[in-house]
């Protein structure tokens, strides 16, 4: 499939929406969308084309259609100033900034940026109970599919089991497999049981990002708010956002994206909780 460019985004071969090398999460209706528009770029394509190539011919209600294409105008940043999808009543869709089909050259640039994005290694979780690790592990892992994690590798559970997990982290961090290392360590906290994640880089051990949550929310709701902490940590890659956030009540204790430098002393100082 064609690679195409406009502004700062790039959609690539495999309908990854990009913006300097950060993912866009988009739904695959969104993408095949946006795919649709790029190709006729300038030219109004009607609702019934897109039904017929986004939804295969399928029944599609105008609400459906009209939320994706909100969706996609949302992802893409539209505003009052910046506008790419026009809506011509009565007829369809037009997209209205220039579009590049990139070369194989670039494509292959394209690919490169992507895999750089793609390379965080997740570690299972350091948990009091080594069952509830392999339980956290193996709910997380359900979240692999989609696209908001598709840049994120799941390291086996075995290989960083409670004995060998700082032999494992020291390896994988002199590897430089992964760019980013992403794990979390059940502590106490206020009397409380907490998780604490950190995001780091694995050429210079800098942590890029912290967030702490109560255990029981981790746990309850699915898993939902844990889900939600780890997609927050990985979209600011890019960002390299240095700031602190404001408390959340959504079980969120502590947000803090401060770039701090990890020693190697404070790696090797990581001790593994008794686990039962």
Not at 45 to 57: A, F, L, P, T
Not at 192 to 199: A, G, I, P, S
């Given at each position: 499939?064609?690679?195409?460019?406009?502004?700062?985004?790039?959609?690539?071969?495999?309908?990854?929406?990009?913006?300097?090398?950060?993912?866009?999460?988009?739904?695959?209706?969104?993408?095949?969308?946006?795919?649709?528009?790029?190709?006729?770029?300038?030219?109004?394509?009607?609702?019934?084309?897109?039904?017929?190539?986004?939804?295969?011919?399928?029944?599609?209600?105008?609400?459906?259609?009209?939320?994706?294409?909100?969706?996609?105008?949302?992802?893409?940043?539209?505003?009052?100033?910046?506008?790419?999808?026009?809506?011509?009543?009565?007829?369809?869709?037009?997209?209205?900034?220039?579009?590049?089909?990139?070369?194989?050259?670039?494509?292959?640039?394209?690919?490169?940026?992507?895999?750089?994005?793609q390379r965080v290694a997740l570690l299972p979780f350091m948990m009091s109970d080594y069952y509830q690790t392999l339980r956290l592990h193996e709910k997380l892992f359900e979240y692999s599919g989609t696209s908001a994690w598709h840049n994120i590798s799941f390291m086996p559970a075995l290989?960083?089991?409670?004995?060998?997990?700082?032999?494992?982290?020291?390896?994988?961090?002199?590897?430089?497999?992964?760019?980013?290392?992403?794990?979390?360590?059940?502590?106490?906290?206020?009397?409380?049981?907490?998780?604490?994640?950190?995001?780091?880089?694995?050429?210079?051990?800098?942590?890029?990002?912290?967030?702490?949550?109560?255990?029981?929310?981790?746990?309850?709701?699915?898993?939902?708010?844990?889900?939600?902490?780890?997609?927050?940590?990985?979209?600011?890659?890019?960002?390299?956002?240095?700031?602190?956030?404001?408390?959340?009540?959504?079980?969120?204790?502590?947000?803090?994206?401060?770039?701090?430098?990890?020693?190697?002393?404070?790696?090797?100082?990581?001790?593994?909780?008794?686990?039962?």
């Amino acid at each position: 499939m064609t690679v195409y460019k406009f502004d700062e985004f790039v959609l690539t071969k495999d309908n990854i929406l990009m913006k300097n090398c950060t993912t866009i999460n988009l739904s695959p209706k969104e993408s095949g969308v946006l795919r649709l528009l790029l190709e006729n770029a300038g030219h109004i394509v009607s609702k019934e084309k897109i039904c017929q190539d986004v939804w295969h011919g399928g029944i599609v209600s105008d609400e459906s259609l009209t939320r994706c294409l909100y969706i996609l105008r949302k992802r893409l940043g539209e505003n009052s100033e910046i506008k790419y999808i026009d809506t011509i009543y009565g007829k369809g869709y037009r997209f209205m900034v220039s579009v590049q089909t990139l070369c194989e050259k670039e494509q292959e640039s394209t690919q490169k940026a992507e895999m750089t994005a793609q390379r965080v290694a997740l570690l299972p979780f350091m948990m009091s109970d080594y069952y509830q690790t392999l339980r956290l592990h193996e709910k997380l892992f359900e979240y692999s599919g989609t696209s908001a994690w598709h840049n994120i590798s799941f390291m086996p559970a075995l290989m960083y089991a409670p004995d060998e997990f700082q032999q494992s982290l020291q390896s994988l961090l002199r590897s430089r497999d992964y760019q980013y290392i992403l794990f979390g360590r059940e502590v106490m906290a206020d009397e409380k049981r907490v998780l604490r994640l950190e995001l780091i880089k694995s050429a210079d051990h800098a942590i890029l990002g912290l967030r702490t949550l109560e255990l029981s929310d981790c746990i309850n709701r699915n898993g939902e708010i844990l889900r939600h902490s780890i997609e927050m940590l990985v979209r600011r890659l890019s960002a390299r956002v240095e700031t602190s956030l404001p408390h959340q009540s959504s079980g969120s204790l502590i947000v803090n994206f401060q770039k701090v430098r990890a020693s190697n002393h404070y790696l090797s100082s990581l001790q593994t909780p008794a686990f039962n």
